[in-house]
């Protein structure tokens, strides 16, 4: 007889394998789901997976690993510390939109002055507007009790109506012959976030996602802070007893997962998008919640997963002009990803037990 | 600046018409959450409902087809949650954000080739003259079968939760599975027909957006309006009269602002577009002070450990 049981301890290889099975599983149906579009299966694996790190045009497709994976890991970072605690940021797409606009308009308020505290500002603006985003939720769960998620998510559809507001309106670029969209930030050498080594993609963003990664490293590992956030999670009311203030929780998490979003977000519009436009999110905050579940809420998964995912944007970018794969199938792809690493973390938590249970 | 051109009338009717997506989402969710289980993918589910209603309208030329067959696509990409929370046991909040993210990914890839055209025109409800009343006319018997569908939903929800002893179990296991399972319901199967009920009902309002509100097909169409389905059901305390109300409300406050936008309202667009969500976190905040009304087991994973 095959009983279900759960078990007493997280498995702890099973939590490592289970992101590495999902990965393969996302191959398989990924494949299945490629040939039912027409396309050659592997060729598309193939396409997406290794000639972006190994094939002809590596060169040119590496560095954008590192710029398209560090608003990811910046924003999952942020975003793991709270789901550790059960505190759910879905908004971190708002936080990163409103970073970048404060980031962009404390930047062109000075413009054409040319100065070496410019960028900094910048960057403290982006911050604060992410932060300032993420405490509307924080202060509303913690005064009302109000659900974080939804308010969140909310905020996230008001964010792209200011966004759109803002190219159309307060930041428009007043010489862009009428166009919507800001100055372009790449040439107002004093806020561009350039590479600080040619051509390795490597730019402020990136020092600021290792950065992250290394903080919340020693904070969730090494600091009270860190423990108070897993217990929160794990076990509430155990959380309470212990001394835990859920309130201030709630502002750290809700407010650092808005600041590291912000600040995502103000290091894109200064550097590889270069503007504030109508379309300048592309969804970073939602792919980052599936970055940071692939990661296992920890920093160094969060690293690997999010270089993986970045790896998806920049595969399905060149399937897309190679093989004319559909730019959804990737979306698509990424999705399948969160279903499978959901149904193999079962076996973290539960395993099958052979035979009859003797009688206690 | 001309408010006189907004006719209260047509107001009213176009109200209703527009609360019907949400009003459906939230009545469906209503009874998956009194079941005890929290779906985060209504965005995921309706998008579906949408595009395959449409895609199914265009094909066949019968729109009320589309929407049977949205109800199976909801219903379909539904089966995918309940897989996950109450076969594999995985947490309802990840697994319905899961389900969100997929379901937009999957419509963006169906609907492609669909772009741009036009979907068949609903047939008109048998009222006769009825519609030409003055008043009366266009309110109640203006609309389309759907607007009656959700209406006769909300009405059906509220009976069978209330009178019925399905509604009875229902609510039990939404209040204590474990004491529903030692009665001997089967709480995982129970819960995954309401989760069916769900996505059903989220896929049918998907499709009055595509095939009646719109109507047309464009990526991500959906715009939020699962998330509000999610907060109108908190708002209106697991009760499905007050969903129909809180519906309404919304309905009410995106048509007019669409009515404001069309008046010429000297305040720009953007902004009067913000203000469903806004409002909704408003709401959210005056009624987040009663909880109790909230299924027991709400987003709990039940595992019969016997």
């Known amino acids: 007889m095959i009983r279900l049981e759960k078990r007493p301890q997280v498995s702890a290889f099973m939590s490592y394998a289970t992101p590495v099975l999902a990965v393969l599983a996302t191959?398989?149906?990924?494949?299945?789901?490629?040939?039912?579009?027409?396309?050659?299966?592997?060729?598309?694996?193939?396409?997406?997976?290794?000639?972006?790190?190994?094939?002809?045009?590596?060169?040119?497709?590496?560095?954008?690993?590192?710029?398209?994976?560090?608003?990811?890991?910046l924003i999952a970072i942020g975003l793991a510390m709270g789901f550790k605690a059960g505190i759910w940021n879905i908004g971190a797409e708002g936080q990163y939109i409103v970073g970048a606009i404060c980031g962009a308009a404390a930047g062109l308020a000075f413009y054409p002055m040319e100065a070496v505290w410019i960028f900094p500002l910048m960057i403290a603006a982006g911050a604060f507007g992410g932060w300032l985003w993420a405490m509307i939720p924080a202060f509303l769960k913690v005064r009302f009790g109000t659900n974080e998620i939804l308010v969140s998510l909310m905020l996230v559809y008001v964010a792209e109506q200011l966004l759109a507001s803002m190219s159309l309106g307060l930041l428009k670029n007043p010489e862009g012959f009428g166009f919507p969209g800001s100055r372009n930030l790449q040439q107002y050498a004093s806020a561009h976030n350039a590479e600080i080594v040619a051509g390795t993609g490597m730019h402020w963003g990136v020092v600021a996602a290792l950065i992250a990664v290394i903080f919340a490293y020693v904070l969730l590992t090494r600091h009270r802070l860190g423990f108070a956030i897993r217990v929160t999670g794990e076990?509430?009311?155990?959380?309470?007893?212990?001394?835990?203030?859920?309130?201030?929780?709630?502002?750290?998490c809700l407010g650092m997962s808005g600041l590291l979003a912000g600040l995502a977000g103000m290091f894109e519009v200064s550097g590889p998008a270069g503007q504030i436009s109508i379309d300048f999110n592309v969804g970073y905050g939602f792919t980052a919640i599936i970055v940071a579940f692939l990661g296992r809420l920890h920093p160094i998964g969060i690293v690997l997963a999010g270089l993986l995912m970045a790896l998806t944007y920049i595969g399905g970018d060149i399937a897309q002009s190679q093989l004319q794969l559909p730019a959804a199938?990737?979306?698509?792809?990424?999705?399948?990803?969160?279903?499978?690493?959901?149904?193999?973390?079962?076996f973290t938590n539960y395993r099958f037990r052979f035979g009859f249970r003797r009688a206690v | 600046m001309d408010l006189s051109a907004i006719n209260p009338v047509l107001l009213i009717a176009a109200i209703i018409s527009a609360a019907t997506p949400v009003l459906l989402a939230a009545i469906g969710e209503t009874v998956v959450e009194k079941s005890g289980v929290l779906n985060?993918?209504?965005?995921?589910?309706?998008?579906?409902?949408?595009?395959?209603?449409?895609?199914?309208?265009?094909?066949?030329?019968?729109?009320?087809?589309g929407f049977a067959m949205a109800a199976v696509g909801g219903a379909g990409l539904s089966l995918l949650f309940a897989f996950l929370t109450q076969v594999a046991l995985a947490n309802q909040v990840a697994s319905g954000l899961a389900l969100t993210l997929f379901g937009l990914g999957l419509s963006a890839l169906m609907g492609q080739s669909y772009v741009g055209i036009k979907p068949p025109r609903m047939p008109d409800m048998p009222f006769g003259d009825l519609p030409n009343m003055p008043v009366i006319g266009p309110i109640v018997f203006g609309h389309d079968a759907i607007v009656y569908v959700g209406l006769l939903l909300v009405a059906l929800t509220w009976a069978v939760l209330k009178f019925t002893r399905a509604g009875l179990i229902l609510r039990a296991v939404g209040e204590n599975h474990d004491a529903a399972h030692a009665l001997g319901y089967k709480v995982k199967r129970i819960r995954t027909m309401a989760i069916m009920f769900g996505g059903a009902c989220a896929g049918l309002g998907g499709a009055h957006i595509s095939l009646i509100r719109v109507p047309q097909w464009t990526e991500g169409m959906t715009a939020g309006v699962g998330w509000i389905a999610l907060a109108l059901v908190v708002f209106a305390s697991w009760k499905p009269w007050r969903v129909l109300l809180g519906a309404y409300l919304f309905g009410g406050i995106s048509q007019l602002q669409l009515n404001l936008q069309g008046a010429g309202v000297a305040i720009p667009v953007e902004y009067l577009a913000m203000s469903p969500y806004i409002v909704t976190i408003v709401v959210l905040v005056i009624l987040s002070a009663d909880k109790s009304r909230a299924p027991a087991s709400l987003g709990r994973t039940f595992h019969a450990s016997g």
């Open chain 1, 27 to 73: 191959f398989a149906a990924g494949g299945v789901l490629f040939y039912l579009l027409g396309k050659d299966p592997v060729q598309s694996i193939i396409t997406i997976f290794y000639d972006p790190i190994f094939g002809e045009f590596s060169f040119y497709y590496r560095p954008q690993l590192l710029i398209k994976g560090a608003p990811l890991i």
């Open chain 1, 235 to 252: 076990a509430p009311r155990a959380a309470h007893f212990a001394g835990v203030n859920a309130a201030r929780l709630t502002f750290f």
């Open chain 1, 329 to 346: 199938a990737i979306q698509v792809f990424q999705g399948m990803l969160l279903f499978f690493l959901l149904a193999f973390d079962f």
């Open chain 2, 40 to 65: 985060l993918g209504v965005e995921g589910m309706m998008i579906i409902g949408a595009v395959t209603g449409f895609i199914v309208a265009v094909n066949t030329g019968d729109p009320l087809i």
